[in-house]
C-alpha cells in the first residue's frame, strides 16, 4: 500500500533528514507492523503496512480477553515485521529508527511490541521512540491527506472518546471527554445485547442498512450541556431495555439505525460546541476538524460529522477507512514526526496501560471518578 501526499512539517520547524521507521503496534486485538517514509518537507509515504487481527481468537468469548491477545501477539509479531519490512523491500539497515506503541491499553499486548522493538533497537543500534498509541490515532489523518498543525481532533474508538486541541507534536489540550463509556464501547455493547457478533460497531452498521432510524426513540444524553463530554451509558441501558422486547429482524434494524443515529448525532452536537470554541481560540485561516480512531470507520458517522464540520467553516478530514482502525503505520508517522525533532525514548522506557495525551487536563480536572481500575483517559 503506498500512499504519497506532501504536507507541512509540524510548526515551523524545518527537519534535515529522512525518516523511514518502522512501526509496531499490540496495544489490543491487532498485531500490526508498518514502514514509513516522512521526509524533511513533510511529505509521508506509506511503505508498507500489516495488519493481523486476532478476531478469530476472541470471538467465542465476545470480547478481548487480554491473556489471548497477549500470547498471539509474541505468536506473530516476528512474522508480521517480517512481512512489513519485505514488502518495504528493506532489511534493518535501511531503518531509522524503531517506534513501538508503549500504551495506553492491555498492558501485556503493548509489552510485547514495545520489548520487540527495543530488541531491534539495541541490536541495531537504532534511536526507539515509545509512542503512546492516541497520538498515533491522532496524526493518522497525516498519513493519507495534507493536514498541518494545528487541528481539532475528535478521538472515538473502543478505549476512548476526546476532543482534543492538537497543537503541534505531542502537544494536544484535552477539551472534552467521556464521562462514562467510549463511543465504541457503546457500539460493542449494544451491538452484543442485539446478538451480533463482536466486534460490534461494523456488525451493528451493517445491520442497520436496512434499519429505520426514527422508528424507537432513544435519549439524547447530555444535549444542551455548555461543556464538550460525552456520555453513553443512557443510551446503552435504553437500548437495552427495548431489544429485551424485539421480536423481528427488520426490528432489530431499526433499533440498530437508531443507535448508530443517536451515538452519531452525540458526537456532533459535542464535536460542534468544541469546533466553535476551537475557532474562538485560533485566530488563523485554515480551521480543521479532523476524526480518528475505529469508531470513524462509521459511514453515519462520518457524513454527520463532515456536515457539521462544514456548516462551522471547518475542513473536514478522516482517515481512509484502513487508518481508521489500529495499525502500525499510524505508530510508524507518530514515531517518524519526534525523530524528526530530534526527540526519542531511552531503552527502559515503560509499558504503560493508562497514558493521557493531555496530563494537566487528566490530573486536575478527571472526567471519570477513578474506581477500581481508575481513570480511563
Ligand atoms: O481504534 P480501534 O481499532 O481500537 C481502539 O483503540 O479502541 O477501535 C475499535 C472500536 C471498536 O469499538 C469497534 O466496534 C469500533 O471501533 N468500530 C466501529 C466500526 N468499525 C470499528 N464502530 C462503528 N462502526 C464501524 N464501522
Ligand atoms: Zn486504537
Not at 126 to 154: C, I, M, Q, T, W
Not at 207 to 214: F, I, S, V, Y
Amino acid at each position: 500500500m503506498r500512499l504519497l501526499q506532501e504536507q507541512a512539517p509540524p510548526g515551523n520547524r524545518m527537519t534535515q533528514e529522512t525518516q523511514i521507521v518502522l512501526g509496531l503496534e499490540t496495544s489490543c486485538d491487532e498485531t500490526a507492523a508498518a514502514v514509513v517514509r516522512r521526509e524533511p518537507n513533510g511529505a509521508v509515504e506509506v511503505l508498507s503496512s500489516v495488519i493481523a487481527s486476532q478476531i478469530a481468537a476472541h470471538a467465542p468469548f465476545g470480547g478481548v480477553v487480554p491473556e489471548i491477545a497477549a500470547r498471539a501477539h509474541v505468536e506473530s509479531i516476528d512474522g508480521i515485521t517480517a512481512q512489513a519490512l519485505g514488502e518495504a523491500g528493506l532489511g534493518f539497515d535501511g531503518l531509522t529508527g524503531i517506534a513501538a506503541t508503549a500504551g495506553p491499553g492491555l498492558v501485556g499486548g503493548v509489552m510485547v511490541g514495545l520489548s520487540f522493538g527495543k530488541a531491534i533497537a539495541l541490536a541495531r543500534g537504532l534511536p526507539l521512540v515509545a509512542v503512546n498509541h492516541l497520538e498515533g490515532h491522532a496524526v493518522s489523518a497525516r498519513l493519507a491527506a495534507d493536514v498541518g498543525y494545528p487541528f481539532l481532533l475528535l478521538l472515538v474508538s473502543g478505549g476512548h472518546c476526546q476532543l482534543l486541541a492538537v497543537e503541534d507534536v505531542g502537544a494536544c489540550k484535552r477539551l472534552g471527554s467521556t464521562i462514562d463509556d467510549a463511543a465504541g464501547e457503546a457500539f460493542d455493547k449494544i451491538a452484543k445485547v442485539l446478538g451480533l457478533p463482536y466486534p460490534g460497531g461494523p456488525a451493528l452498521e451493517a445491520l442497520a442498512q436496512t434499519g429505520d432510524p426514527d422508528r424507537f426513540v432513544l435519549p439524547r444524553m447530555l444535549l444542551g450541556r455548555k461543556d464538550c463530554d460525552f456520555s453513553f451509558s443512557g443510551l446503552k441501558t435504553a437500548a437495552a431495555r427495548i431489544a429485551e422486547g424485539l421480536t423481528t429482524e427488520a426490528m432489530r434494524a431499526d433499533l440498530a439505525a437508531a443507535v448508530q443515529k443517536a451515538i452519531a448525532a452525540q458526537l456532533a452536537e459535542r464535536s460542534d460546541r468544541a469546533m466553535a470554541a476551537f475557532a474562538l481560540s485560533k485566530a488563523h485561516d485554515g480551521l480543521r476538524f479532523v476524526v480518528a480512531g475505529g469508531v470513524a470507520a462509521n459511514q453515519t458517522v462520518r457524513d454527520k460529522l463532515r456536515a457539521t464540520a462544514e456548516a462551522r467553516g471547518f475542513a473536514f478530514t478522516a482517515p481512509p477507512l484502513v487508518y481508521c482502525t489500529d495499525n502500525a503505520a499510524m505508530i510508524a508517522l507518530a514515531g517518524a514526526e519526534r525523530l524528526a525533532l530530534g526527540m526519542s525514548d531511552p531503552l527502559d522506557a515503560p509499558a504503560r496501560p493508562r497514558w493521557p495525551l493531555d496530563h494537566i487536563a487528566a490530573a486536575t480536572n478527571p472526567t471519570h471518578v477513578p474506581g477500581r481500575k481508575g481513570a480511563k483517559a
